[in-house]
């Protein structure tokens, strides 16, 4: 039995108008990569974040460091992801790597570095003895700028009820 051609019915997606072809739907993504800047929510605490890391005097952190070792993570970056960090309450270092992978606040503010939950305890070790001198200067910047939303100005000594970071472990 030969098998024979069909000829196009007039059934068809063309025949119907109503009926959409599936590769329509399909669009390859947009060339280049993706902006973060234009992801951010304007209200979002990691634009003032990054723009007082931007403006702080933070010499202080890559003094007296080596050169041992592979390409580092940038300083400024972890601070500001630490910052962000401790802002929205994300105190575990599992939670902020995974952050780093996931959420465009975090991708803003370390400039998409994605440290994992290792290198994010191990400097979050390192810093724990200038960890107050560097959020001070960040947000003595913001304040200078006009930056800092005046929700997080007032901060008093009183404890919280929320458990404090624990800054010297992860």
């Known amino acids: 039995m030969a098998h024979r051609r069909s000829e196009p019915s007039s059934g068809g997606p063309a025949s119907r108008p109503h009926v959409r072809d599936f590769q329509a739907f399909r669009k390859p993504p947009p060339p280049g990569p993706v902006e973060l800047e234009r992801l951010v929510p304007p209200d979002s605490d990691c634009l003032w974040i990054k723009a007082g890391l931007d403006r702080a005097d933070l010499s202080f952190l890559t003094e007296g460091k080596g050169t041992r070792g592979g390409a580092p993570y940038d300083p400024r970056a972890m601070l500001g992801v630490l910052l962000l960090a401790y802002v929205e309450g994300r105190t575990g270092s599992g939670t902020i790597a ?73």
């Not at 700028?145 to 929320?162: T, Y």
């Open 98 to 170: 995974q952050a780093c992978r996931r959420d465009v606040c975090y991708m803003h503010v370390s400039g998409r570095q994605t440290p994992d939950a290792r290198t994010v305890r191990r400097f979050r070790a390192a810093l724990a003895p200038l960890m107050e001198e560097a959020f001070r200067r960040v947000v003595a910047a913001c304040a200078q700028e006009g930056l800092l939303p005046m929700r997080l100005v007032a901060v008093d000594e009183r404890r919280s009820p929320r458990r404090p970071p624990n800054w010297g472990r992860g």
